[in-house]
Nanobody, 128 residues
Framework: QVQLVESGGGLVQAGGSLRLSCAAS????????IGWFRQAPGKEREGVSC????????YYADSVKDRFTISRDSAKNMVYLQMNSLKPEDTAVYYC?????????????????????WGKGTLVTVST
């Protein structure tokens, strides 16, 4: 059974950093387009960052550009989201998502309806 498991969330003060990890079982993440999405209470799920399958091209929401970095570790079958200069508005549950097609990149990186596999999420709370 395919599983995506996120880790690395927690409570951090504004201006701090966290690194989220996404581990996969039963699939090889290198063969998928990977996205990080987030959902804050009372808000819609939004795309944060994506990484392409073939050329590892990256995409970022304007709200996180220059603060967040998505990356892959093929050997470990992991994807990461390094989050720096965190703001209270970054508070949300963060989800790792895998799509066998590039549809997840539409928007860019906001087509969560295209996702084949979802993790259960990890909570990030940024305090003032």
């Amino acid at each position: 059974q395919v599983q995506l498991v996120e880790s690395g969330g927690g409570l951090v003060q504004a201006g701090g950093s966290l690194r989220l990890s996404c581990a996969a079982s039963e699939i090889t993440l290198n063969y998928y387009y990977i996205g990080w999405f987030r959902q804050a209470p009372g808000k819609e799920r939004e795309g944060v960052s994506c990484i392409s399958k073939s050329d590892s091209r990256t995409y970022y929401a304007d709200s996180v550009k220059d603060r967040f970095t998505i990356s892959r570790d093929s050997a470990k079958n992991m994807v990461y989201l390094q989050m720096n200069s965190l703001k209270p508005e970054d508070t949300a549950v963060y989800y790792c998502a895998a799509d066998n097609s590039p549809q997840i990149l539409q928007g860019p990186c906001s087509n969560y309806l295209a996702v084949d596999y979802w993790g259960k999420g990890t909570l990030v709370t940024v305090s003032t």
